[in-house]
């Protein structure tokens, strides 16, 4: 291996014509390397015929080649690989530094304004606790008062009924204290509403996973080629849940929320304002950054999305609707025919009329890919996205007549 290496290192810097080591060196367009020195001489005297060869392979030239300095043109394109990189690690380390400063600044102001509620809440109950405490205190003074008037007015009638004992005695007072006692409850209410506003915090932070995937998708340079086979798909699989707080109330959801279905009769969801009301549709509860894969197995008629959290949930039949408008993508599945619908503009697939009952879905968002494939036994394109995604994305489903759906698990 050793021999072999030496003979390689001497036939690259040997020329192609002397055969001594290269001096100021130059490449051919075919790949051979001559002195600078030995391919002038042989070219002038090729001048009166006005044909250039190169002198080992003898591939013509109808115009003197030329001359590149080789072993020189790589070095200096190296060099200028170098700069790059090192401008990508400056960059790199500019933007993390500035993305831990933003973060603090965010999260300082965070702490800032919870600090701020906290004292906010303290004033008001302490305030409230004063005025409570001033009005109690009053009406006992109050009470007090006529505690010892009324015990005057006792001795001053006991004296009466001892001078004159033939007077009959006096019947009791039909009045009740006039104090209405409640149960001790006072600031529990505020408590609770504190505790509730605690929950809802931690379950917003819990769901960092966007932020999670943000960091760990940052790539450098190159970008990741799109998988081709299932199984390159599959190292993208994502865990994917069905929002009920998000559910129209004609929609059952099962297994874990993986799983829906159509429902004539109306489930007790409680209102909420991100509940879609007049759509059969449903978001997922996590959001979709980075590489994502997830599969979709159906039966009737469905629309299988990606949608903004901000699309509308109530109103304009076009602005909640997957597909119809600019915050969601929707491939639309029945038996017989497939068409995908962006911005309320449809594009039906002639192609691909046969039926398939599983979808899958593929998502680079930074790349701003999203791939729909007929999952069999092959994987089919077919549609595909290229755009530009300005916010997390989330699943979704909708429904038509006798349609259900599932979210399926992905090993």
Request: hydrophobic share 35%.
């Amino acid at each position: 291996m050793a021999q072999q290496g030496a003979q390689l290192d001497e036939e690259i810097i040997s020329c192609s014509n002397c055969q001594d080591l290269l001096k100021d060196p130059v490449a051919f367009p075919c790949g051979h390397r001559y002195c600078m020195r030995c391919i002038k001489g042989f070219w002038d005297e090729e001048d009166e015929k006005k044909i250039y060869s190169c002198p080992q392979c003898r591939e013509a030239f109808t115009l003197r080649p030329v001359l590149v300095k080789n072993i020189q043109q790589r070095i200096q394109d190296r060099e200028k690989d170098v700069k790059l990189l090192q401008q990508e690690v400056e960059a790199v380390i500019r933007s993390a530094d500035k993305a831990v400063e933003d973060s603090e600044k965010i999260f300082t102001e965070l702490i800032r304004l919870l600090q701020k509620r906290s004292s906010d809440v303290k004033q008001q109950i302490r305030s409230q606790q004063e005025t409570e405490v001033s009005r109690v205190k009053e009406l006992q003074e109050k009470l007090q008062q006529e505690i010892t008037e009324l015990k005057r007015k006792d001795a001053e009638l006991n004296q009466f009924l001892h001078n004159y004992p033939s007077v009959s005695q006096l019947s009791e007072p039909t009045d009740s204290s006039s104090i209405d006692i409640r149960p001790l409850k006072y600031f529990e209410d505020v408590t609770a509403a504190v505790s509730e506003l605690r929950d809802k915090l931690q379950d917003i932070l819990r769901d960092e996973s966007h932020i999670s995937l943000a960091v760990t998708e940052v790539d450098v340079l190159l970008s990741r080629a799109e998988p081709k086979t299932r199984a390159d798909f599959l190292r993208y699989s994502r865990e994917i849940t069905l929002d009920p707080d998000t559910a129209n109330s004609r929609l059952v959801l099962s297994e874990g929320n993986r799983k829906a279905r159509l429902s004539s009769q109306y489930p007790s969801y409680p209102l909420d304002p991100d509940r879609f009301l007049p759509c059969l549709q449903v978001l997922s509860k996590e959001s979709l950054m980075g590489h994502c894969y997830w599969e979709v197995e159906w039966e009737g008629a469905i629309d299988v999305a990606v949608a903004y959290k901000s699309i509308s949930r109530t109103g304009d039949w076009n602005e909640c609707t997957f597909g119809n408008n600019e915050k969601s993508w929707a491939l639309y599945c029945e038996p017989a025919r497939h068409s995908f619908r962006f911005n309320n503009v449809r594009t039906p697939f002639s192609e691909h009329s046969r039926h398939f009952s599983r979808v899958g879905v593929y998502l680079d968002h930074r790349a701003g890919i999203l791939s729909f494939y007929s999952v069999s036994e092959t994987m089919t394109l077919v549609h595909r996205v290229q755009t530009t995604f300005t916010q997390p994305l989330y699943a979704g489903l909708c429904f038509y007549v006798d349609a259900k759906a599932e979210l399926c698990e992905l090993k």
